[in-house]
């Protein structure tokens, strides 16, 4: 079987021979089972013999696991001497998870654990508590552009690492690039850009035939996660309200959120909107990021913005699949993708927020690490100069970074100010 290519793959590889447990979590079809399976492939062609592979959505398994773990995998070991790879798929499933697994840890010291499950686990269960010390987590997310990239077209793909690396040590390190004359795959690359933003990355999404076919995956992942995660999981019955707050979200992408207008939108209450978005969070559906502040005067330090995951979830729970020409919001998907590829790139080394004052000045993302920030402004325009708004010349005055990172449609560009080298950069290679 041919498997779809996931980064995450590779790190999961690296930690495969400590002792700690691996997790991997993230949304519902998102690809865990495959990962499971792609690593139990791969140990059985290194040689590795003893690989137990179990999937909690098998009842028999689940119930005797659930009424004596102990014994449960104790069945599978033939001498404490061989070392032994357990992979659990669905492990959610599982009642009190985390001390069951905290118990088969400190039982077994030559078994590694290798488990997947949904994010709904972290809700309902005090796993993490139990396994503090004993696990790596890993989350797995919808592909990102360079995954989808991958499996479409290896040509563009080399391309786009190229110039993807670059602006990636710029950002991450401070690392100067020359900015090339001219770019001849801008284009190419951009109608790849179109179909992530508008149908998403999920592996059977990417692998649907056409659109129709698309729109017919992701109303299945919707309904599915709306079903086991919402309903079964969280015991959410006003599935009616949970709709209509998503949709109400999706058209407010890359805004300021009122949880006031929310609740009364939704015909719902404060309170329950907090819990909902923080499901809607822990369940990767939505990412809301803060302000960044340091002057208590005039910078706001409340409301959050919001975005989503998946586009193709966004653009279903509003029922618009209209090609990006013609989108009003084509600005806010593509902020939206610049804050997901971003969050993949500093990987929690830096704090991800948006920076806005009292007077309105306003910029998209500022990374920050200590003292050190980096301002990030989106411009989904087919720019012919190196212009720059009055926001960022605000944070630029304010803070004096460094460096700073202005994502246009298709112009590359750079330009000095004061200390702050800014470099414009397409957002196809982000």
């Known amino acids: 079987m041919e498997y779809l290519e996931r980064m995450l793959f590779g790190e999961v590889k690296k930690w495969i021979h400590r002792r700690e447990i691996i997790a991997i979590k993230g949304p519902r079809q998102s690809g865990k089972t495959t990962l499971l399976e792609m690593l139990k492939n791969w140990l059985e062609k290194k040689g590795t013999k003893n690989i137990v592979y179990l999937s909690f959505e098998d009842r028999d398994n689940l119930e005797k696991f659930e009424l004596d773990p102990k014994a449960f995998i104790k069945s599978f070991i ?48 005090e796993t993490a508590k139990f396994l503090v010390g004993r696990v790596f987590s890993f989350e797995l997310l ?11 077209d290896k040509r563009l793909t080399r391309v786009f690492l190229e110039k993807h690396k670059q602006i990636e040590r710029f950002v991450m390190d401070g690392k100067n690039f020359r900015i090339p004359s001219s770019d001849i ?37 919707f309904n599915t996660y709306l079903e086991k995660d919402i309903v079964s999981f969280l015991h959410i019955t006003d599935t009616i309200k949970f709709k209509k707050l998503t949709a109400l979200l999706s058209s407010q992408v890359a805004k300021l959120i009122s949880y006031e207008k929310l609740a009364v939108s939704s015909k719902s209450y404060f309170k329950e909107i907090i819990r909902l978005l923080d499901i809607l969070q822990q369940t990767y559906a939505i990412r809301l990021i803060r302000p960044f502040y340091k002057n208590l005067v005039t910078e706001l330090r409340k409301n959050p913005k919001v975005y989503f995951i998946d586009y193709g979830l966004k653009n279903y729970a509003i029922n618009n699949f209209a090609p990006l020409e013609i989108r009003q919001e084509r600005g806010e998907l593509a902020e939206n993708f610049v804050l997901n590829e971003l969050g993949l790139m500093v990987n929690e080394k830096f704090f991800i927020n948006f920076w806005r004052t009292t007077a309105k000045a306003e910029v998209d993302f500022i990374l920050s690490k200590g003292d050190e920030t980096i301002p990030v402004e989106v411009k989904f325009e087919e720019l012919k100069k190196q212009k720059i708004g009055k926001s960022l010349f605000s944070f630029i005055n304010n803070y004096s970074p460094k460096r700073a990172l202005i994502v246009t449609k298709n112009f590359w560009g750079e330009r000095k100010i004061g200390r702050t080298l800014i470099k414009f950069v397409p957002i196809v290679y982000l």
């Open 142 to 152: 919808p592909f990102s552009f360079y995954e989808f990239l991958n499996a479409k």
């Open 78 to 125: 033939e001498s404490e001497r061989k070392r032994y790879f357990i992979l659990i798929d669905e492990v959610h499933y599982c009642k009190d998870v985390g001390q069951k697994l905290k118990l088969l840890y400190d039982t077994f010291k030559n078994v590694k654990f290798i488990i997947t499950g949904s994010s709904s686990l972290e809700i309902t269960s």
């Open 185 to 221: 795959f801008v284009k190419d690359i951009m109608k790849y850009l179109e179909e992530f933003l508008i149908f998403g990355a999920y592996p059977e999404v990417i692998k649907a035939k056409n659109d129709e076919e698309k729109k017919i995956v992701i109303k299945n992942i």
